[in-house]
């Protein structure tokens, strides 16, 4: 009666998290392009109606899932996963009792080809978030979506959310046109240290160069994995072009683009630097120096190594404990349950600052629990 | 082993499938070409709800470019990771010796049968004991 049992790793019940949690990346979408047109100028509502959106969209290789979601993240009243409050507050703030929510929208303001309308469209996003998210849900806060190829438009979208305690970060997205330690973007720095708001690049992206730096591949896996290429180039070009020397209390957060590659990537850029300082003679310090105090990343998704010890090995190697912070990527495909992310038990200390410190001395957020 | 009602055979036709709370658990109950399977509502690797996944097939291919759908309907992907496992038998495909979920045995079972039994437990489905209902058949799954 009973079949054969083999050596199993048998379901388990969900445990629940004993330490506060903070998620640094969740999702948030426009339920329809009527919702969108509320916060559209006529102008620009014609022009989406009329032209769509228009970008460089190389990643748009078909996703395992629909949507790139959770199959359950659809809610039942049949709106796209992210867009309902109620259904999100169900399915992750209150089944994970979620101290904060930091949200992401990726909705492609930052890819538009026309600037203009990139602009409209990033100021649309976050009217909306503001309005129909951060202000009905108090555990929620917004990143500010910016037109960031154009850094004057970025910086005046910066400018009008900059001081509002809703919004905690601005938004980059990680393939831009240019590395962005190049000057051209520096305007969007200048912005955000001025109201001490952290920059985070997020996965994903359309600046036209190709998925990867071998060129285009034949699939979504590699799109998927080879991602971290295009972090690792974000990070070289902010240390490498003196973006830190020139705005020393500047904060980068890298939000689901892994980090197993970060250590060995510091090492051989301090090894480069050694040898080739010359080139670069405002870097005053390794560039591993740099590295290490203005970047945060956020756990979403998890290198897994197979051997538990080895994850330990990357935690030290990776040298921040202050600065992982934990993610679910809601209501995407690749989500990480709060109770079961890590594939190794954590120190009680370093869990809390993981699962939630770390991000409320970021963001500087208030606690909620006591 | 305790037994437990868990539908009417007709309330799961082939392809479809209910999800029920037994002795404290979710379980996923599978109807598959008139085979009823049982696996654990929770995928071994994060706990997502595994039967509410999508159910597919077996795309195999035995050199780069040479594809072959098999078993349509008989493989279970997690909604959340989209990690597979062979609802027969709740082993995954790409890990099978270590990485697999509970399945439970299912019967069908006669009304009358159980009307006149002892042995099964009352499961969240009410085998009343009406004329009526006595005469359809039931689905139950065993519950170590």
């Known amino acids: 009666m009973e079949p054969i049992q083999l050596a199993e790793r048998r379901t388990r019940k969900r445990q629940r998290v004993q330490t506060p949690v903070i998620d640094c990346d969740i999702h948030n979408a426009f339920p329809s392009n009527e919702t969108l047109y509320k916060y559209l100028p006529a102008r620009w509502r014609r022009h989406h109606e009329t032209i769509g959106l228009r970008g460089h969209y190389g990643g748009h290789y078909p996703r395992a899932m629909k949507n790139a979601a959770r199959h359950d993240a659809w809610p039942p009243n049949g709106l796209p996963p992210g867009s309902d409050l109620a259904f999100m507050r169900a399915q992750l703030l209150d089944a994970w009792d979620l101290e904060y929510g930091i949200l992401n929208p990726l909705l492609g303001a930052g890819g538009q080809l026309n600037l203009e309308f990139g602009a409209a469209l990033a100021r649309a996003t976050n009217e909306w ?217 954590l120190p009680p200390a370093l869990k809390r600052k993981i699962m939630a410190e770390n991000a409320r001395a970021l963001y500087k957020l208030p606690p909620r629990h006591l | 082993m305790a037994r437990y009602v868990v539908a009417t055979v007709d309330e799961i036709p082939p392809g479809g499938r209910k999800i029920v709370e037994v002795a404290g658990r979710s379980i996923g109950v599978f109807n598959i070409g008139g085979e009823f399977y049982a696996l654990r509502n929770s995928c071994p690797h994060q706990g997502g709800a595994l039967c509410e996944g999508r159910l597919s097939g077996l795309l195999l291919a035995t050199v780069p470019g040479e594809y072959t759908y098999s078993r349509r309907g008989e493989i279970l992907r997690c909604p959340w990771h989209g990690w597979e496992f062979d609802v027969k038998t709740g082993q995954s495909w790409f890990d099978p010796a270590r990485t697999r979920v509970r399945s439970y045995p299912v019967q069908v079972a006669e009304g009358k049968e159980l009307a006149e039994s002892q042995g099964p437990q009352k499961g969240p489905y009410v085998a009343e004991t009406y004329e009526v209902t006595v005469e359809r058949q039931y689905v139950l799954v065993e519950i170590p």
């Open chain 1, 129 to 345: 978030q503001l309005a129909e998210w951060v202000e009905p849900e108090p555990r929620l806060r917004a990143s500010i979506v910016v037109p960031y190829e154009d850094s004057a438009l970025a910086a005046q979208e910066i400018e009008r959310w900059g001081g509002h305690p809703g919004f905690v970060q601005v938004l980059l997205i990680a393939r831009t046109a240019e590395p962005l330690g190049r000057r051209k973007y520096w305007p969007i720095y200048e912005a955000a240290v001025r109201h001490d708001l952290p920059i985070g690049i997020h996965f994903g992206g359309a600046g036209g160069g190709p998925i990867t730096g071998a060129g285009f591949p034949s699939h979504y896996i590699e799109d998927h994995a080879g991602m971290p290429q295009a972090f690792q180039a974000q990070v070289i070009s902010l240390v490498c072009e003196g973006v830190f020397e020139r705005f020393p209390t500047l904060k980068i957060v890298l939000i689901e683009g892994g980090f197993a590659w970060l250590p060995p990537l510091a090492w051989r850029l301090d090894q480069s630097w050694r040898r080739l300082k010359e080139e670069v003679p405002y870097l005053r310090r390794a560039p591993s120096e740099y590295i290490h105090e203005h970047f945060w990343i956020t756990t979403q998704p998890m290198e897994e190594p197979p051997k538990g010890r080895f994850f330990r090995q990357l935690l030290e190697q990776l040298n921040a404990d202050d600065r992982l912070m934990f993610a679910t990527d809601y209501p995407h495909w690749d989500f990480d349950a709060p109770d079961r992310a890590f594939p190794v038990e």
